[in-house]
């Protein structure tokens, strides 16, 4: 834990703390991996080591073999990827008005951005699950998109507005003295400027559509159609008995995607809420 | 977490060269409409629905038609006390939480805002938990805390500290078992807005303040916390309310259990509506939630209102 920074002993004490966090955030990791390579016998020894001793990949074949997590994978690239592309769609257009114009309408949605945090979803699934059952779009990918796209919708446009804002008007101005029209400044000037923002979204909405586990659970009920949260969640028996080695290994091969992706645009995100949160 | 700053920018912009040139009011309308549509049809009308849901009888799979019944669920739950148990969980966790997450997140981004040695690795690592599904941070600590393959147990057992124990199902761990996981997937977030908090805070009032021989509590006091407050009462509140609403993790880790210790109220929700079908009363509770998750709103907006009054 955090002491106080003596200005001092300051350095050894901040080292350790440090130290302290990475042990804290990395641990769980370490050890989800550790289980993921270990072979049966190793799991069921009383004495678990950090480092298995006879490495294996018998835990992937075997999670493959017990739930169908191609598919499961599938489902959730198609949920993600849809969700992804339609949020930033529709966000867009709307984040560059909220950015530009200062209008009711502009600081309504501000307000609702705000608001929507707050949803209890308990309050919100049951009504969409009703209104979902009527159009015939219950249990079906295309159902939980639409739910996704709308989920998404506020921190896009919470994260494009900074990124419209951080292109200066002076530019788009000066475009259109230069005689270029209101579609061409926006194509040629703006666009370029705010693809790297747009693209970071779509990551970011991408991530949160493919780690979504509450709206799926209730929303998917047919195996086939389930994605892989909830698929994971099959290993873990009713009893709360898990099949420990097969279900780490999914649990690994679960997270690559997200990581990847947050990799890559880490810093990205971070300096998209920058942009949102401190004065330019 | 840009909402402490938010505000300040727009009483800028307006007061400023004058607003901007933008489209044309029709023009506005035909690009915001595309995104407000789907928000109308599937979050604001979805919201109202569920309110008025919470005055009527209905149920899932029922053939007689749904009728009004007042307030009969809200005098119904008022009376059920499992509910208020769970209610009384769910604050617990969402403090139990959200205090810990703060303290903790702060330390760090005050450790990742110093010039130390292996900064970027911590960096690295304070975001991965941000980018794990929340079912397989349940999954991965249900790992840790497993009673024989777990590597907590194997620790404690290693330092003499005693056999361990089965911490998910002990009524006296489950709680704090659970609580622990919570803090550890939310401070990423945290981390990172105050991170971003104390990047904004003026170096050259902290180089001052060292040179007229203020120690670094002191300099923290008088001007770090001033310039980090009202970021850090806006993820505060958020994470108090993501907290509250949070699900998947307590899910996977117990399902509410053991014996109803870790039923958060969303979980107690879950169930109601769609193990037990009763939809007006799942509705009801998510009245309940939203009241109270209201009045934290409030407070947070009075405090922003607030701090921006200060500034």
Redesign the interface.
């Known amino acids: 834990m955090r002491t106080r920074p003596a200005a001092r002993a300051g350095r050894a004490a901040q080292y350790t703390a440090l130290l302290g966090y990475l042990v804290f955030l990395a641990f769980p990791f370490l050890w989800l991996l550790s289980v993921a390579f270990k072979p049966a016998r190793e799991l069921g020894s009383l004495h678990p080591t950090w480092i298995p001793e006879h490495p294996t990949l018998a835990n992937f074949r075997q999670a493959f073999d017990e739930q169908p997590l191609l598919h499961a994978a599938f489902n959730s690239l198609i949920a993600a990827v849809g969700a992804a592309v339609i949020a930033v769609a529709l966000a867009t257009p709307m984040a560059y008005v909220m950015a530009r114009r200062r209008t009711r309408l502009a600081r309504a949605a501000s307000g609702w951005v705000v608001v929507s945090q707050a949803f209890p979803f308990v309050l919100v699934i049951i009504p969409l699950f009703l209104v979902l059952k009527n159009l015939r779009l219950i249990d079906s990918v295309p159902g939980l998109v639409m739910v996704y796209v709308v989920w998404a919708l506020p921190f896009a446009l919470w994260m494009l507005v900074g990124y419209v804002r951080a292109v200066p008007v002076e530019l788009e101005e000066a475009a259109a003295i230069d005689g270029a029209g209101r579609l061409r400044t926006l194509v040629s000037v703006t666009a370029p400027l705010l693809a790297p923002g747009i693209v970071a979204t779509g990551l970011f909405a991408f991530v949160t559509a493919w780690n979504e586990f509450f709206f799926a659970l209730v929303l998917l009920k047919t195996p086939e159609k389930q994605t892989l949260p909830v698929v994971l969640t099959h290993f873990i028996g009713t009893e709360g008995v898990a099949d420990l080695g097969p279900l780490a290994a999914a649990a690994f091969l679960a997270t690559l995607p997200s990581l990847v992706v947050f990799a890559i645009v880490q810093r990205r995100i971070t300096g998209g809420m920058l942009a949102g949160a401190v004065k330019s | 977490?840009?909402?402490?700053?938010?505000k300040?920018?727009?009483v800028r912009?307006?007061s400023g060269t004058g607003?901007?040139?933008?489209?044309t009011g029709h023009?506005?309308w035909?690009?915001?409409l595309?995104?407000?549509i789907?928000?109308l049809a599937?979050?604001?009308?979805?919201?109202l629905?569920?309110?008025l849901?919470a005055f009527t009888d209905a149920q899932s799979g029922r053939t007689a038609p749904t009728r009004w019944i007042g307030v009969l669920n809200f005098s119904d739950l008022l009376h059920d006390t499992l509910f208020w148990e769970s209610f009384r969980i769910g604050l617990l966790w969402a403090v139990g939480v959200t205090v810990p997450q703060f303290?903790?997140a702060?330390?760090?981004a005050?450790?990742l805002n110093?010039d130390?040695?292996?900064?970027w690795?911590?960096r690295?690592?304070?975001?991965?938990?941000?980018?794990?599904?929340?079912?397989?941070?349940g999954?991965?600590?249900?790992?840790?805390y497993?009673p024989?393959?777990?590597?907590l147990n194997?620790t404690l057992?290693d330092l003499g500290l005693g056999d361990g124990r089965d911490w998910l199902?002990g009524l006296a761990t489950a709680l704090p078992a659970v609580i622990v996981v919570g803090v550890?997937a939310g401070?990423p977030q945290t981390t990172?807005?105050l991170l971003?908090?104390l990047?904004?805070t003026p170096r050259e009032l902290h180089e001052a303040a060292a040179v007229d021989g203020a120690?670094?509590?002191r300099r923290?006091r008088t001007v770090t916390w001033p310039a980090l407050r009202p970021?850090a009462l806006a993820i505060t509140a958020?994470n108090f309310?993501?907290n509250?609403?949070s699900?998947?993790l307590v899910?996977?880790l117990t399902?509410g259990?053991p014996g109803g210790r870790t039923r958060l109220?969303?979980l107690f929700?879950?169930e109601e509506?769609?193990r037990y079908g009763q939809?007006g009363y799942?509705?009801a509770?998510?009245?309940v939630?939203?009241a109270v998750?209201?009045v934290f709103?409030a407070l947070f907006l009075v405090g922003r209102i607030r701090g921006g009054d200060d500034a």
């Open positions: 977490m840009s909402l402490a700053t938010e300040r920018r727009t912009r307006t607003p901007p040139r933008g489209t023009g506005a035909f690009l915001v595309p995104a407000l789907p928000v599937l979050s604001v009308g979805p919201l629905y569920g309110i849901l303290l903790l702060l330390g760090l005050l450790l110093e130390l040695r292996l900064r690795l911590a690295a690592l304070a975001i991965v938990p941000w980018a794990m599904p929340e079912v397989v941070v999954v991965m600590w249900r790992l840790v497993n024989d393959a777990g590597i194997e057992r199902s550890w401070m990172v807005a971003a908090g990047q904004n120690g670094s509590w923290f970021i958020l309310i993501w509250l609403n699900f998947a899910y996977v399902n259990g109220p969303m929700a879950y509506a769609f939809f799942a509705a509770m998510g009245c939630m939203v998750i209201s709103l």
